[in-house]
Protein backbone atom coordinates (compact mmCIF):
# COMPACT_ATOMS: atom_id res chain seq x y z
CA UNK A 1 0.00 0.00 0.00
CA UNK A 2 1.64 3.29 -0.98
CA UNK A 3 1.82 6.13 1.91
CA UNK A 4 -0.93 8.54 2.73
CA UNK A 5 2.01 10.46 3.90
CA UNK A 6 5.11 9.83 1.12
CA UNK A 7 7.57 13.15 1.86
CA UNK A 8 10.47 12.37 4.26
CA UNK A 9 11.63 15.54 5.59
CA UNK A 10 13.83 16.25 8.76
CA UNK A 11 13.60 12.93 9.95
CA UNK A 12 9.69 12.41 9.89
CA UNK A 13 6.84 11.47 7.05
CA UNK A 14 4.06 14.11 6.01
CA UNK A 15 1.92 14.45 3.24
CA UNK A 16 2.18 16.93 0.73
CA UNK A 17 0.65 19.82 1.23
CA UNK A 18 0.27 20.81 -3.08
CA UNK A 19 -3.42 20.38 -4.22
CA UNK A 20 -2.25 18.06 -7.23
CA UNK A 21 -1.48 14.19 -7.22
CA UNK A 22 -0.07 11.63 -9.67
CA UNK A 23 -2.58 8.62 -9.77
CA UNK A 24 -0.37 5.37 -9.78
CA UNK A 25 -1.02 2.90 -12.69
CA UNK A 26 -0.50 -0.94 -12.78
CA UNK A 27 0.94 -0.79 -16.23
CA UNK A 28 0.20 -4.50 -16.52
CA UNK A 29 -3.65 -3.96 -16.26
CA UNK A 30 -3.88 -0.12 -16.45
CA UNK A 31 -5.68 -0.05 -12.48
CA UNK A 32 -5.29 2.99 -10.10
CA UNK A 33 -3.22 1.55 -7.37
CA UNK A 34 -3.09 4.70 -5.41
CA UNK A 35 -2.63 8.44 -5.54
CA UNK A 36 0.51 9.88 -4.31
CA UNK A 37 0.93 13.55 -2.57
CA UNK A 38 3.00 16.63 -3.78
CA UNK A 39 5.11 18.90 -2.02
CA UNK A 40 4.19 22.81 -2.24
CA UNK A 41 6.61 25.81 -2.01
CA UNK A 42 6.53 25.16 1.34
CA UNK A 43 7.94 21.49 2.06
CA UNK A 44 10.31 22.14 -0.45
CA UNK A 45 11.46 25.15 1.57
CA UNK A 46 11.10 22.75 4.78
CA UNK A 47 13.45 20.19 2.35
CA UNK A 48 16.46 22.11 1.40
CA UNK A 49 16.40 23.94 5.12
CA UNK A 50 16.68 20.55 6.54
CA UNK A 51 19.12 19.25 4.01
CA UNK A 52 21.08 22.30 5.12
CA UNK A 53 20.96 21.61 9.24
CA UNK A 54 21.73 17.76 7.68
CA UNK A 55 25.18 18.74 6.19
CA UNK A 56 26.31 20.65 9.42
CA UNK A 57 26.15 16.96 11.16
CA UNK A 58 26.65 14.25 8.83
CA UNK A 59 29.36 16.29 7.12
CA UNK A 60 31.11 16.12 10.70
CA UNK A 61 29.96 12.11 11.41
CA UNK A 62 33.44 10.38 10.60
CA UNK A 63 33.59 8.40 7.70
CA UNK A 64 33.98 5.36 9.52
CA UNK A 65 30.36 5.58 11.22
CA UNK A 66 28.84 6.93 7.59
CA UNK A 67 29.97 3.61 6.16
CA UNK A 68 28.79 1.52 9.04
CA UNK A 69 25.17 3.51 8.67
CA UNK A 70 25.40 2.93 4.77
CA UNK A 71 25.96 -1.07 5.54
CA UNK A 72 23.04 -1.70 7.90
CA UNK A 73 20.73 0.45 5.61
CA UNK A 74 22.54 -2.16 2.45
CA UNK A 75 21.50 -4.77 4.68
CA UNK A 76 18.01 -3.71 4.86
CA UNK A 77 17.54 -3.27 1.44
CA UNK A 78 18.29 -7.15 1.16
CA UNK A 79 16.07 -8.18 4.38
CA UNK A 80 13.69 -6.32 2.49
CA UNK A 81 13.94 -7.21 -1.07
CA UNK A 82 10.94 -9.32 -2.05
CA UNK A 83 8.64 -6.39 -0.66
CA UNK A 84 10.63 -3.90 -2.78
CA UNK A 85 10.64 -6.08 -5.94
CA UNK A 86 6.99 -6.97 -5.74
CA UNK A 87 5.80 -3.19 -5.19
CA UNK A 88 8.79 -2.06 -8.30
CA UNK A 89 6.81 -4.65 -10.60
CA UNK A 90 3.05 -3.63 -9.66
CA UNK A 91 4.24 0.07 -9.90
CA UNK A 92 6.67 -0.33 -13.28
CA UNK A 93 5.53 -3.56 -14.94
CA UNK A 94 9.10 -5.20 -15.38
CA UNK A 95 9.17 -9.06 -14.33
CA UNK A 96 9.65 -9.97 -10.64
CA UNK A 97 12.81 -11.71 -11.26
CA UNK A 98 14.32 -8.22 -12.62
CA UNK A 99 12.89 -6.31 -9.78
CA UNK A 100 14.67 -8.28 -7.02
CA UNK A 101 18.33 -8.76 -8.84
CA UNK A 102 17.73 -4.59 -9.26
CA UNK A 103 17.02 -4.29 -5.25
CA UNK A 104 19.60 -6.66 -4.23
CA UNK A 105 22.45 -4.90 -6.87
CA UNK A 106 21.53 -1.72 -5.35
CA UNK A 107 22.37 -3.27 -1.82
CA UNK A 108 25.25 -3.83 -3.45
CA UNK A 109 25.87 0.29 -4.32
CA UNK A 110 25.36 1.01 -0.98
CA UNK A 111 28.00 -1.52 0.14
CA UNK A 112 30.99 -0.40 -2.38
CA UNK A 113 29.99 3.58 -1.50
CA UNK A 114 30.46 2.33 1.89
CA UNK A 115 33.76 1.42 1.62
CA UNK A 116 34.68 4.18 -0.70
CA UNK A 117 33.55 6.35 2.23
CA UNK A 118 36.57 5.20 4.22
CA UNK A 119 39.20 6.26 0.81
CA UNK A 120 38.63 9.61 0.72
CA UNK A 121 42.14 10.78 0.94
CA UNK A 122 43.88 14.01 1.49
CA UNK A 123 46.86 14.61 -0.42
CA UNK A 124 50.29 16.45 1.11
CA UNK A 125 51.71 18.39 -1.05
CA UNK A 126 55.29 19.30 -0.59
CA UNK A 127 55.64 23.08 0.37
CA UNK A 128 58.52 25.78 -1.04
CA UNK A 129 59.70 26.24 2.31
CA UNK A 130 60.34 23.41 5.25
CA UNK A 131 58.28 24.56 7.95
CA UNK A 132 55.05 25.22 5.50
CA UNK A 133 52.19 22.20 5.72
CA UNK A 134 50.44 21.59 2.39
CA UNK A 135 47.22 19.61 2.39
CA UNK A 136 44.25 19.39 -0.60
CA UNK A 137 41.53 18.25 1.75
CA UNK A 138 38.71 16.13 -0.19
CA UNK A 139 35.45 17.89 1.23
CA UNK A 140 32.11 16.89 0.88
CA UNK A 141 30.29 19.29 -1.70
CA UNK A 142 27.11 20.28 0.26
CA UNK A 143 23.32 19.65 -0.06
CA UNK A 144 22.86 17.91 -2.96
CA UNK A 145 19.01 17.84 -5.49
CA UNK A 146 18.73 14.91 -6.98
CA UNK A 147 16.45 13.93 -9.61
CA UNK A 148 15.74 10.14 -10.57
CA UNK A 149 13.32 8.69 -13.24
CA UNK A 150 11.34 5.85 -13.18
CA UNK A 151 12.77 3.01 -15.42
CA UNK A 152 15.30 1.75 -12.55
CA UNK A 153 13.32 2.85 -9.42
CA UNK A 154 15.30 1.58 -6.71
CA UNK A 155 18.65 1.85 -8.78
CA UNK A 156 18.73 4.97 -9.83
CA UNK A 157 18.15 6.72 -6.49
CA UNK A 158 20.27 4.12 -4.80
CA UNK A 159 23.54 5.22 -6.95
CA UNK A 160 22.96 8.87 -5.89
CA UNK A 161 22.34 8.34 -2.06
CA UNK A 162 24.92 6.21 -1.72
CA UNK A 163 27.35 8.35 -3.23
CA UNK A 164 26.17 11.48 -1.60
CA UNK A 165 25.80 10.18 1.56
CA UNK A 166 28.83 8.67 1.88
CA UNK A 167 30.84 11.85 0.72
CA UNK A 168 29.53 13.53 3.36
CA UNK A 169 26.47 15.21 1.88
CA UNK A 170 22.57 15.66 2.30
CA UNK A 171 20.11 15.40 -0.10
CA UNK A 172 16.76 16.08 -1.05
CA UNK A 173 15.82 13.52 -3.80
CA UNK A 174 12.82 14.00 -6.12
CA UNK A 175 12.25 10.18 -7.43
CA UNK A 176 9.70 9.44 -10.17
CA UNK A 177 6.17 10.32 -9.09
CA UNK A 178 5.28 7.22 -11.04
CA UNK A 179 7.04 4.73 -9.29
CA UNK A 180 7.66 6.14 -6.05
CA UNK A 181 7.09 2.78 -3.76
CA UNK A 182 10.71 1.77 -4.32
CA UNK A 183 12.54 5.61 -3.23
CA UNK A 184 10.04 5.15 -0.14
CA UNK A 185 11.49 1.81 0.71
CA UNK A 186 15.00 3.32 0.47
CA UNK A 187 14.43 6.10 2.51
CA UNK A 188 12.62 3.65 5.32
CA UNK A 189 16.39 1.23 5.22
CA UNK A 190 18.16 4.49 5.64
CA UNK A 191 15.75 5.71 8.36
CA UNK A 192 15.55 2.62 10.49
CA UNK A 193 19.38 2.12 9.99
CA UNK A 194 19.92 5.43 12.23
CA UNK A 195 20.58 8.53 9.72
CA UNK A 196 20.49 11.43 11.49
CA UNK A 197 17.37 13.81 10.65
CA UNK A 198 17.53 15.97 7.78
CA UNK A 199 20.47 13.58 5.84
CA UNK A 200 17.88 12.52 3.28
CA UNK A 201 15.03 14.01 2.10
CA UNK A 202 12.18 12.55 0.30
CA UNK A 203 9.89 14.95 -2.43
CA UNK A 204 7.57 14.45 -4.66
CA UNK A 205 5.57 17.22 -6.95
CA UNK A 206 5.39 18.54 -10.27
CA UNK A 207 9.05 17.60 -11.58
CA UNK A 208 9.42 21.15 -12.91
CA UNK A 209 8.15 23.11 -10.13
CA UNK A 210 10.10 20.59 -7.98
CA UNK A 211 13.38 21.11 -9.98
CA UNK A 212 13.21 25.21 -10.76
CA UNK A 213 12.57 25.55 -6.97
CA UNK A 214 15.39 23.30 -5.34
CA UNK A 215 18.13 24.15 -8.28
CA UNK A 216 17.99 28.03 -7.42
CA UNK A 217 18.15 27.36 -3.81
CA UNK A 218 21.28 28.83 -2.60
CA UNK A 219 21.06 26.08 -0.03
CA UNK A 220 21.35 23.55 -2.54
CA UNK A 221 24.97 23.03 -4.06
CA UNK A 222 24.58 20.21 -6.17
CA UNK A 223 22.70 18.73 -8.95
CA UNK A 224 22.57 15.08 -9.99
CA UNK A 225 19.95 14.61 -12.84
CA UNK A 226 19.13 11.06 -14.62
CA UNK A 227 16.60 11.22 -17.21
CA UNK A 228 16.32 12.40 -20.79
CA UNK A 229 18.37 14.76 -22.74
CA UNK A 230 15.91 17.58 -23.32
CA UNK A 231 15.32 17.28 -19.62
CA UNK A 232 18.75 17.39 -18.52
CA UNK A 233 20.28 20.46 -20.53
CA UNK A 234 17.34 22.31 -19.03
CA UNK A 235 18.20 21.62 -15.30
CA UNK A 236 21.77 22.05 -16.23
CA UNK A 237 21.27 25.40 -17.90
CA UNK A 238 19.11 26.23 -14.85
CA UNK A 239 22.12 24.98 -12.73
CA UNK A 240 24.66 27.07 -14.58
CA UNK A 241 22.75 30.34 -13.96
CA UNK A 242 23.14 29.34 -9.98
CA UNK A 243 27.17 28.43 -10.57
CA UNK A 244 26.26 24.89 -9.15
CA UNK A 245 27.90 21.84 -10.69
CA UNK A 246 25.69 19.26 -11.77
CA UNK A 247 25.74 15.02 -12.77
CA UNK A 248 23.64 14.30 -15.98
CA UNK A 249 23.11 10.87 -16.91
CA UNK A 250 21.12 11.21 -19.74
CA UNK A 251 19.53 9.20 -22.78
CA UNK A 252 22.01 6.69 -25.07
CA UNK A 253 21.13 4.98 -28.66
CA UNK A 254 23.62 2.42 -28.28
CA UNK A 255 25.14 0.58 -31.50
CA UNK A 256 26.51 -2.63 -31.70
CA UNK A 257 28.82 -3.64 -34.07
CA UNK A 258 28.82 -7.36 -35.29
CA UNK A 259 31.81 -8.86 -37.03
CA UNK A 260 31.39 -11.42 -39.03
CA UNK A 261 33.74 -14.00 -37.15
CA UNK A 262 31.41 -14.70 -34.21
CA UNK A 263 29.08 -17.54 -33.79
CA UNK A 264 25.75 -15.92 -35.02
CA UNK A 265 23.67 -17.60 -32.82
CA UNK A 266 25.18 -17.03 -29.37
CA UNK A 267 25.94 -13.27 -29.98
CA UNK A 268 22.20 -12.93 -30.95
CA UNK A 269 21.07 -14.53 -27.84
CA UNK A 270 23.50 -12.02 -25.64
CA UNK A 271 22.23 -9.23 -27.38
CA UNK A 272 18.87 -10.25 -26.82
CA UNK A 273 19.12 -10.55 -23.51
CA UNK A 274 20.68 -7.23 -22.68
CA UNK A 275 17.80 -5.44 -25.41
CA UNK A 276 14.74 -6.53 -23.90
CA UNK A 277 15.74 -6.63 -20.05
CA UNK A 278 13.16 -3.83 -19.08
CA UNK A 279 11.31 -3.83 -22.22
CA UNK A 280 14.18 -1.94 -23.39
CA UNK A 281 13.49 1.28 -21.29
CA UNK A 282 17.08 1.08 -20.53
CA UNK A 283 19.49 3.99 -21.22
CA UNK A 284 22.42 1.51 -22.14
CA UNK A 285 20.04 -0.95 -23.79
CA UNK A 286 21.55 -1.92 -27.28
CA UNK A 287 19.65 -0.30 -30.30
CA UNK A 288 21.18 0.04 -33.24
CA UNK A 289 22.56 -3.20 -34.36
CA UNK A 290 25.37 -2.86 -36.92
CA UNK A 291 26.05 -6.48 -38.82
CA UNK A 292 28.71 -7.36 -41.26
CA UNK A 293 27.11 -7.95 -44.54
CA UNK A 294 27.98 -11.57 -44.85
CA UNK A 295 26.17 -12.39 -41.66
CA UNK A 296 23.20 -9.92 -42.17
CA UNK A 297 20.77 -12.37 -42.84
CA UNK A 298 21.65 -14.76 -40.60
CA UNK A 299 21.52 -12.48 -37.75
CA UNK A 300 18.35 -11.18 -38.68
CA UNK A 301 16.77 -14.23 -38.71
CA UNK A 302 18.81 -15.13 -35.37
CA UNK A 303 17.53 -12.08 -33.77
CA UNK A 304 14.23 -12.02 -34.55
CA UNK A 305 13.79 -15.70 -33.73
CA UNK A 306 15.01 -14.83 -30.47
CA UNK A 307 12.68 -11.83 -30.34
CA UNK A 308 9.53 -13.30 -31.13
CA UNK A 309 10.30 -16.42 -28.56
CA UNK A 310 9.76 -14.04 -25.46
CA UNK A 311 7.41 -14.39 -23.35
CA UNK A 312 5.64 -11.44 -22.68
CA UNK A 313 3.09 -10.99 -19.30
CA UNK A 314 2.32 -9.10 -15.93
CA UNK A 315 5.93 -8.73 -14.32
CA UNK A 316 3.98 -11.16 -11.37
CA UNK A 317 3.80 -13.91 -13.43
CA UNK A 318 6.88 -16.22 -13.30
CA UNK A 319 6.85 -17.08 -16.58
CA UNK A 320 7.23 -13.80 -17.82
CA UNK A 321 10.02 -12.42 -19.15
CA UNK A 322 9.25 -9.22 -20.45
CA UNK A 323 6.82 -6.84 -19.21
CA UNK A 324 4.63 -3.98 -20.05
CA UNK A 325 5.86 -0.85 -20.81
CA UNK A 326 5.90 1.36 -17.85
CA UNK A 327 3.60 3.82 -18.76
CA UNK A 328 1.28 5.14 -21.62
CA UNK A 329 3.72 7.32 -22.85
CA UNK A 330 6.41 4.58 -23.69
CA UNK A 331 3.22 2.62 -25.72
CA UNK A 332 2.43 5.47 -27.65
CA UNK A 333 6.30 6.55 -28.51
CA UNK A 334 6.57 2.74 -29.47
CA UNK A 335 4.20 2.39 -31.94
CA UNK A 336 5.17 5.81 -33.22
CA UNK A 337 8.52 4.61 -34.59
CA UNK A 338 7.45 1.60 -35.39
CA UNK A 339 4.73 3.28 -37.82
CA UNK A 340 7.51 5.51 -39.01
CA UNK A 341 9.84 2.55 -39.61
CA UNK A 342 6.92 1.29 -42.24
CA UNK A 343 6.21 4.50 -43.82
CA UNK A 344 9.91 4.77 -44.77
CA UNK A 345 10.00 1.22 -46.18
CA UNK A 346 11.85 -0.91 -43.20
CA UNK A 347 11.03 -4.20 -42.96
CA UNK A 348 9.44 -5.30 -39.76
CA UNK A 349 11.25 -8.58 -39.29
CA UNK A 350 9.63 -9.29 -35.98
CA UNK A 351 6.49 -7.72 -33.60
CA UNK A 352 5.29 -4.63 -34.82
CA UNK A 353 2.65 -4.35 -32.67
CA UNK A 354 0.76 -4.22 -29.60
CA UNK A 355 0.64 -7.31 -27.44
CA UNK A 356 -3.20 -8.29 -25.80
CA UNK A 357 -5.24 -5.15 -25.07
CA UNK A 358 -5.23 -4.89 -21.31
CA UNK A 359 -1.81 -3.10 -20.59
CA UNK A 360 1.01 -1.60 -22.14
CA UNK A 361 2.46 -4.44 -23.96
CA UNK A 362 4.02 -3.71 -27.36
CA UNK A 363 5.91 -7.31 -28.75
CA UNK A 364 9.61 -7.31 -29.25
CA UNK A 365 10.04 -5.35 -32.71
CA UNK A 366 13.24 -6.53 -34.83
CA UNK A 367 13.18 -3.54 -37.51
CA UNK A 368 15.33 -4.21 -40.45
CA UNK A 369 16.72 -2.66 -44.15
CA UNK A 370 16.03 0.32 -41.74
CA UNK A 371 16.54 3.24 -44.91
CA UNK A 372 18.15 6.42 -43.75
CA UNK A 373 15.57 9.13 -42.68
CA UNK A 374 13.93 6.60 -40.17
CA UNK A 375 13.04 8.41 -37.03
CA UNK A 376 14.42 5.27 -35.19
CA UNK A 377 18.00 5.52 -36.15
CA UNK A 378 18.27 9.19 -35.19
CA UNK A 379 16.16 9.41 -32.04
CA UNK A 380 16.46 7.39 -28.62
CA UNK A 381 13.78 4.53 -28.84
CA UNK A 382 13.92 3.73 -24.98
CA UNK A 383 11.89 0.80 -25.55
CA UNK A 384 11.64 -3.05 -27.14
CA UNK A 385 12.86 -1.87 -30.28
CA UNK A 386 15.82 -2.11 -32.55
CA UNK A 387 17.00 -1.34 -35.83
CA UNK A 388 19.52 -4.04 -37.68
CA UNK A 389 21.45 -3.01 -40.60
CA UNK A 390 24.26 -4.17 -42.39
CA UNK A 391 28.00 -2.69 -42.67
CA UNK A 392 30.51 -3.33 -44.57
CA UNK A 393 34.22 -2.49 -43.06
CA UNK A 394 35.66 -1.38 -39.95
CA UNK A 395 35.64 2.25 -40.86
CA UNK A 396 32.12 1.85 -41.87
CA UNK A 397 30.47 0.80 -39.25
CA UNK A 398 32.89 3.16 -36.42
CA UNK A 399 32.03 6.27 -38.86
CA UNK A 400 28.32 5.14 -38.70
CA UNK A 401 28.19 4.20 -34.50
CA UNK A 402 29.68 7.63 -33.70
CA UNK A 403 27.30 9.77 -36.35
CA UNK A 404 25.28 10.56 -33.53
CA UNK A 405 25.39 13.23 -30.78
CA UNK A 406 24.65 10.73 -28.28
CA UNK A 407 27.74 9.00 -26.71
CA UNK A 408 26.82 6.44 -23.54
CA UNK A 409 27.09 2.71 -24.26
CA UNK A 410 28.30 0.82 -27.25
CA UNK A 411 28.37 -3.06 -28.16
CA UNK A 412 30.90 -4.91 -29.63
CA UNK A 413 31.15 -8.73 -30.92
CA UNK A 414 34.55 -9.85 -32.39
CA UNK A 415 36.88 -12.52 -32.15
CA UNK A 416 39.96 -10.43 -33.65
CA UNK A 417 41.20 -8.91 -30.17
CA UNK A 418 43.12 -6.38 -31.88
CA UNK A 419 40.79 -5.02 -34.37
CA UNK A 420 38.08 -5.04 -30.75
CA UNK A 421 40.76 -2.92 -29.00
CA UNK A 422 41.32 -0.53 -31.92
CA UNK A 423 37.29 -0.30 -32.22
CA UNK A 424 36.88 0.22 -28.89
CA UNK A 425 39.14 3.30 -28.50
CA UNK A 426 37.80 5.27 -31.67
CA UNK A 427 34.07 4.65 -30.24
CA UNK A 428 32.94 8.07 -28.99
CA UNK A 429 31.04 6.39 -26.05
CA UNK A 430 31.44 6.51 -21.92
CA UNK A 431 31.27 2.83 -22.20
CA UNK A 432 31.91 0.14 -24.12
CA UNK A 433 31.09 -3.78 -23.68
CA UNK A 434 32.78 -6.37 -26.05
CA UNK A 435 31.50 -10.09 -26.78
CA UNK A 436 28.97 -9.50 -23.32
CA UNK A 437 25.70 -7.40 -22.83
CA UNK A 438 25.16 -4.30 -21.08
CA UNK A 439 27.15 -3.98 -17.67
CA UNK A 440 26.36 -1.68 -14.39
CA UNK A 441 28.78 -2.59 -11.57
CA UNK A 442 28.76 -1.18 -8.24
CA UNK A 443 32.69 -1.21 -8.72
CA UNK A 444 32.87 0.13 -12.15
CA UNK A 445 32.28 3.78 -14.06
CA UNK A 446 28.70 4.41 -15.60
CA UNK A 447 28.38 7.54 -17.70
CA UNK A 448 28.22 9.07 -21.13
CA UNK A 449 30.18 11.52 -23.30
CA UNK A 450 28.49 13.94 -25.65
CA UNK A 451 24.78 14.84 -25.19
CA UNK A 452 24.67 11.72 -23.26
CA UNK A 453 25.73 13.74 -20.29
CA UNK A 454 28.68 13.99 -18.00
CA UNK A 455 30.05 12.66 -14.41
CA UNK A 456 30.11 9.10 -13.64
CA UNK A 457 28.68 6.74 -11.08
CA UNK A 458 29.87 4.15 -9.93
CA UNK A 459 33.05 2.80 -9.76
CA UNK A 460 36.12 4.32 -7.88
CA UNK A 461 34.92 7.31 -9.40
CA UNK A 462 31.37 7.21 -7.29
CA UNK A 463 32.27 9.98 -5.15
CA UNK A 464 33.96 12.53 -7.03
CA UNK A 465 30.99 14.57 -8.38
CA UNK A 466 30.03 14.94 -4.26
CA UNK A 467 33.52 16.10 -3.47
CA UNK A 468 35.33 19.51 -4.13
CA UNK A 469 39.05 19.57 -3.29
CA UNK A 470 40.33 22.47 -0.34
CA UNK A 471 43.83 23.42 -0.89
CA UNK A 472 45.25 24.54 3.39
CA UNK A 473 48.92 25.90 3.34
CA UNK A 474 49.86 26.28 6.84
CA UNK A 475 52.61 28.28 8.46
CA UNK A 476 53.93 28.72 11.62
CA UNK A 477 52.75 31.98 13.18
CA UNK A 478 54.69 35.56 12.56
P1 LIG B 1 10.79 12.89 -19.27
O1 LIG B 1 12.01 13.47 -19.82
O2 LIG B 1 9.59 13.78 -19.16
O3 LIG B 1 11.05 12.35 -17.78
C1 LIG B 1 12.18 11.60 -17.41
C2 LIG B 1 12.34 11.77 -15.90
O4 LIG B 1 12.68 13.10 -15.60
C3 LIG B 1 11.04 11.51 -15.12
O5 LIG B 1 11.34 10.77 -13.98
C4 LIG B 1 10.50 12.87 -14.77
O6 LIG B 1 9.83 12.88 -13.53
C5 LIG B 1 11.75 13.70 -14.70
N1 LIG B 1 11.52 15.08 -15.12
C6 LIG B 1 10.85 15.49 -16.22
N2 LIG B 1 10.85 16.83 -16.29
C7 LIG B 1 11.55 17.27 -15.20
C8 LIG B 1 11.93 18.55 -14.72
N3 LIG B 1 11.61 19.67 -15.38
N4 LIG B 1 12.63 18.62 -13.58
C9 LIG B 1 12.99 17.50 -12.90
N5 LIG B 1 12.68 16.27 -13.32
C10 LIG B 1 11.98 16.16 -14.46
O7 LIG B 1 10.43 11.64 -20.11
P2 LIG B 1 9.63 10.32 -19.86
O8 LIG B 1 8.47 10.30 -20.78
O9 LIG B 1 9.35 10.02 -18.43
O10 LIG B 1 10.73 9.33 -20.35
C11 LIG B 1 11.02 9.29 -21.72
C12 LIG B 1 12.45 9.63 -22.04
O11 LIG B 1 13.22 9.85 -20.88
C13 LIG B 1 13.09 8.48 -22.76
O12 LIG B 1 12.97 8.68 -24.13
C14 LIG B 1 14.50 8.49 -22.31
O13 LIG B 1 15.29 9.19 -23.20
C15 LIG B 1 14.51 9.29 -21.05
N6 LIG B 1 14.84 8.51 -19.87
C16 LIG B 1 16.14 8.25 -19.64
C17 LIG B 1 16.51 7.52 -18.54
C18 LIG B 1 17.93 7.22 -18.25
O14 LIG B 1 18.19 6.30 -17.48
N7 LIG B 1 18.88 7.95 -18.79
C19 LIG B 1 15.52 7.04 -17.69
C20 LIG B 1 14.17 7.32 -17.95
C21 LIG B 1 13.85 8.08 -19.05
Known amino acids: MLREDPLYIDGAWRRGAATTRTAIIDPATGATLGQLGHADARDLDDAAAAAARGFQVWSR ?19 RADAIAASMTREQGKPLREAKMETLASADIVDWCAEEARRVYARGIPARRSDVRQVAQPEPVGPVAAFTPWNFPVSQPIRKVAAALAAGCSM ?6 ETPSAAIAIIEAFHDAGLPPGVLNLVFGEPAFVSSTLIPDPRIRKVSFTGSIPVGKQLAALAG ?3 KPCTMELGGHAPVLVFDNVDVEATAKAIAAGKFRNAGQVCVSPTRLFVQR ?5 FVDAFSAR ?15 MGPLANAR ?42 EGARLLTEEPFGPIVAVLPFDDEADAVARANSLPFGLAAYMFDRDAHRADRVAASLEVGMVSINQGPLALPETPFGGVKESGYGREGGAEALLPYLVTKFISHAPPA
Open 61 to 79: TSAYDRSRILRVAAEKLRQ
Open 172 to 177: VLKPSE
Open 241 to 243: QYM
Open 294 to 298: PRYKE
Open 307 to 321: ASSLRLGPGSDDKSE
Open 330 to 371: RLGSIEGFTEDARKVGARIAAGGARHGNEGNFWSPTVVCDVP
